[in-house]
């Protein structure tokens, strides 16, 4: 079974960064393409960004082009989604989502259960 972890979900001011890590476990010996969702209160959960096991191919939503960036460290099982120049309407539960196949759009098959990214105004 696998499993994904998120961390570095917190309190960030307008304009400030963030990092968020997600660490998956369980059958690692399958390569996963890995994404990230997010929820904001009151919405239905969206597209943010994906990346393929290479690292060769990403996508990302329009509203987060050119300030957010996905990236992974294959060695550490783990994925990266630097988050930069914030705005409150960021603000919102981040998922980690897995997939064996990549494909945009990225459709997951798995889920973590989310860290809360709240950016202050």
């Known amino acids: 079974q696998v499993q994904l972890v998120e961390s570095g979900g917190g309190l960030v001011q307008a304009g400030g960064s963030l990092r968020l890590s997600c660490a998956i476990s369980?059958?690692?010996?399958?390569?996963?393409?890995m994404g990230w969702f997010r929820q904001a209160p009151g919405k239905e959960r969206e597209f943010v960004t994906a990346?393929?096991?290479?690292?060769?191919?990403?996508d990302y939503a329009d509203s987060v082009k050119g300030r957010f960036t996905i990236s992974r460290d294959n060695a550490k099982n783990t994925v990266y989604l630097q988050m930069n120049s914030l705005k409150p309407e960021d603000t919102a539960v981040y998922y980690c989502?897995?997939?064996?196949?990549?494909?945009?759009?990225?459709?997951?098959?798995?889920w973590g259960k989310g860290t809360l990214v709240t950016v202050s105004s």
């Open positions: 989502a897995a997939n064996v196949l990549y494909r945009q759009p990225f459709i997951p098959a798995y």
């Open positions: 369980g059958r690692t010996f399958t390569t996963y393409a």
């Open positions: 990346i393929s096991w290479s690292g060769d191919a990403t």
